[in-house]
Structures are given as C-alpha cells and as structure tokens.
C-alpha cells in the first residue's frame, strides 16, 4: 500500500509550458506539503496545508499555484515555466504522533525544464 | 530562525565500520529533530525522531541518535555499517507549533566501500 503517493515520477517540459503534479495520501492526515530539492539536494518546504487550508507558504513565485480538492490530496500547479524550477518535488503529509508531528513523503518528481 | 547545518557532505566508510553522521541544529525552543535517508532515485524515509524524554533514540536499520542539548547536536550513529546503508542522510528540526515545517540540513552522502 501506497501511503503518499505522486504522479508524474518524471515530467520533461519546455520553458513557458504549465504543468501540474498531483499527490495523494491515503494515511487520513490532515496536514499535507510541498518541498523543493535543488540541485544540491538541498529540501526547503514551498507550502503546508491543514484541512484545505493553506497555513504557509513561503516565499515561492506565485506562479505556483498549490490546490487541495480534498484531505487527501494536494496537487501543484505551475505556471511559465522557468528554467530555475527544474527540481525534485516532494510532497508529504503529516500527523501528530506522541507528542511529535511526523512527516511522511512521497517518491518525489523529478521536473526537468528545457 | 531554525536552522541545521550537516558539516560533512560526503562520508566513505567500509562495510562493518562504525558510523556517526554529524548534525547541529538552531531553534529556540525545545526541538524536534529527525534523521531521514534518501537511497538513489527514493523519496525521504523516516530513521527516527526525538522529542522529549531519554537523549538517545533507536531507529529502523540498526541506527541511533543522541540528543545533547549543551552541543545543540543530533548525531546519527551506527555500529557496523552495510553496503545498502549508502545513501543520503538528513537532519532536520521540526517546529512545535503553526505550521509545523520541517528544516533540513544539506544532507550527508555516505559511500561504503567493500
């Protein structure tokens, strides 16, 4: 059983093009994120969700659009594409646990502009 | 601000060598922090956490980590390292309350040599 789960794996796009990637837990969290991995492996979160609720988002282009239909789903979608947005994109979701909030993650998309 | 800094991008071990992977955090108050691997091409997977309670947690795969609150460190340790342990490796600290975003570390790649 998959518990995040995210389609594409891979997406190979042009510059300018919009695209979306879609993300879906079946754990029954209610909070739900975007990270960004660089070049460098480096994760940085772009946006958190609670219940459809965004609660943050960071400082990321608006030309990336966050939606949530539902609890278990979050998707992203992107506008224009750059060359600078070619990066792994992880969702994950989350639940408190002992006293702690522990994150689950997706396999990653590997969004590669051309 | 959180912050975690990994001081070491890229460690080589031998198979059957002890292992600690280095991890120092900054956060103003009482912090959550994790270690999560990273095998080739695989989305993030939980090692294991800490919150509160006794400074030195057991995780899956044989690690362990110690809090030390006076060093603000988590390091990650292992007693005999495998072949498949090689991957990336990283530390980050959660925040206790909002939004609840994880801050993660660059990562440590780990080689293990035969």
């Known amino acids: 059983d998959t518990a995040v789960s995210q389609t594409p794996k891979y997406l190979v796009t042009q510059m300018g093009n919009d695209k979306s990637i879609k993300c879906e837990q079946n754990?029954?969290?209610?909070?739900m994120y975007w990270y960004k991995q660089d070049s460098k492996k480096f994760l940085k979160i772009m946006f958190s969700?609670?219940?459809?609720?965004?609660?943050i988002n960071e400082t990321v282009p608006n030309r990336f659009s966050p939606k949530s239909p539902d609890k278990a789903h979050l998707n992203l979608h992107i506008n224009s594409l750059e060359l600078g947005d070619s990066a792994v994109y992880f969702c994950?979701?989350?639940?408190?646990?002992?006293?702690?909030?522990?994150?689950?993650f997706g396999p990653g998309t590997r969004l590669t502009v051309l | 601000a959180q912050s975690v800094t990994q001081p070491d991008i890229h460690i080589t071990v031998s198979e059957g060598a002890s292992l600690e992977l280095r991890c120092n955090y900054s956060?103003?108050?009482?912090?959550?922090l994790f270690w999560y691997v990273q095998s080739p091409g695989q989305g993030l997977q939980l090692l294991l956490k800490y919150f509160s309670g006794d400074t030195l947690v057991q995780g899956i795969k044989g690690f362990e980590a110690e809090f030390k609150r006076s060093q603000s460190s988590f390091n990650l340790r292992k007693p005999s390292v495998h072949w498949s342990d090689a991957a990336e490796y990283f530390c980050?600290?959660?925040?206790?309350?909002?939004?609840?975003?994880?801050?993660f570390g660059t990562g440590t790649r780990l080689t293990v040599i035969p």
């Open positions: 980050a600290v959660g925040e206790a309350a909002g939004a609840n975003n994880l801050f």
């Open positions: 994950a979701s989350s639940q408190w646990v002992g006293g702690v909030n522990e994150q689950f």
């Open positions: 956060y103003g108050a009482t912090p959550y």
């Open positions: 969700y609670n219940n459809k609720e965004l609660i």
């Open positions: 754990l029954g969290h209610d909070t």
